[in-house]
Nanobody, 119 residues
C-alpha cells in the first residue's frame, strides 16, 4: 500500500521547536521530490518547503520558513523531516507532506498533522 504519514505535530509555545516527519510506505521516498505544505483555518494550502530527489541536493523554503525551518532526508527511515524552530502563532496550521516524481505534480499526500503555536 502506497502511503505517506505525517507525525510530530502538537502544541508548542511561541519560540519553541517541533520536528515533523513524513514517512513513506510502499515506495522508496528518496526517489521522489517531497514537499511540505500547510493550511491554516480559512486559508489556502501553501507550500512552505520542498526537497528534490537525486540525493536531495536542492531545497526550497517559502519566505515564511527561511531561517527557521530545515528540510532533510532520513533515508534509513524512508522519511523526510521538517525541523521547525522559533515557531510563531502564525505557524499554526495543519501540515501536510506530499511526494512527486518530476515532472509530475504532487499526487501522493499524507493525512496531515496539526501544529498549534500558542502560549
Amino acid at each position: 500500500q502506497v502511503q505517506l504519514v505525517e507525525s510530530g505535530g502538537g502544541l508548542v509555545q511561541p519560540g519553541g521547536s517541533l520536528k515533523l516527519s513524513c514517512t513513506a510506505s510502499g515506495f522508496t521516498l528518496e526517489n521522489f521530490a517531497v514537499g511540505w505544505f500547510r493550511q491554516a483555518p480559512g486559508k489556502e494550502r501553501d507550500q512552505i518547503s520542498c526537497i528534490s530527489n537525486n540525493n536531495g541536493d536542492s531545497t526550497y523554503y517559502a519566505d515564511s520558513a527561511k531561517g527557521r525551518f530545515t528540510i532533510s532526508r532520513d533515508n534509513a527511515k524512508n522519511a523526510v523531516v521538517l525541523q521547525m524552530n522559533n515557531l510563531k502563532p502564525e505557524d499554526t496550521a495543519v501540515y501536510y507532506c506530499a511526494a512527486r516524481r518530476p515532472p509530475s505534480n504532487y499526487d501522493n499526500w499524507g493525512q496531515g498533522t496539526q501544529v498549534t503555536v500558542s502560549s
